[in-house]
C-alpha cells in the first residue's frame, strides 16, 4: 500500500473529455484485510491512511488552471473494500458525495483510526445503514474542500 499510494506522487490526472466527471482507484487490497471479523483495526487505519496519502499526492500536483479538480477519499465504514480515492471535476458531482456537513459530527472516522488527515482535507460522514445491514454503516468523504 505504500508504494502504491507513492506512485502517484507528483501525477497530475486531467479530466480526458468535457463528459468526464471523475477519475477513481480503488483500494488495492484484497477484501479480507480490511473487512470482516478478521480485519484488524491497525490493518484497516493503514490501508485508509495510505488512500490519504495518494490523495494527498494527486491534490499537490493538481494544475488548478486546467479546470475544477478536487481529490477526495471515498470510504464505506466497516466495509472498506469499496473504498477509493477519486478526482472530482464537476463540483455539483463532488457536492453530491461530500454533502454540505458532516452530519455524523461531532463523530470523525479520522479520530477513530487515528488518520494523519491532510490539512487542506475536510471530513464528512453520513449514516447509511440499511434494514438488513447487521452493523451500522457510515459513508465517509475525506477530500478537499469543493
Given amino acids: 500500500m ?12 486531467p479530466r480526458f473529455d468535457e463528459h468526464e466527471r471523475y477519475s477513481n482507484w480503488k483500494i488495492p487490497v484484497i477484501n479480507t484485510l480490511v473487512q470482516g471479523p478478521q480485519a484488524r483495526i491497525e490493518m484497516q487505519a493503514f490501508c485508509v491512511q ?18 475544477y479538480y478536487r481529490v477526495a477519499c471515498l470510504l464505506t465504514w466497516p466495509w ?7 478526482v472530482f471535476y464537476d463540483r455539483e ?14 463523530i470523525h472516522l479520522s479520530d477513530r483510526l487515528a488518520l494523519d488527515v491532510p490539512e487542506q482535507f475536510i471530513e464528512h460522514g453520513h449514516a447509511v445503514t440499511q434494514d438488513d445491514d447487521e452493523v451500522d454503516v457510515q459513508w465517509w468523504c475525506i477530500g478537499e474542500r469543493a
Avoid at 495510505?50 to 479546470?67: C, F, I, V, Y
Fill in 50 to 67: 495510505q488512500l490519504l496519502e495518494a490523495a494527498a499526492h494527486l491534490s499537490r500536483a493538481a494544475d488548478r488552471s486546467q479546470g
Fill in 2 to 13: 505504500k508504494y502504491w499510494a507513492a506512485s502517484f506522487s507528483s501525477e497530475f490526472h
Fill in 80 to 86: 472498506l473494500h469499496q473504498s477509493e480515492v477519486t
Fill in 93 to 106: 458531482y463532488y457536492l453530491s458525495f461530500l454533502g454540505q456537513q458532516n452530519s455524523l459530527a461531532p
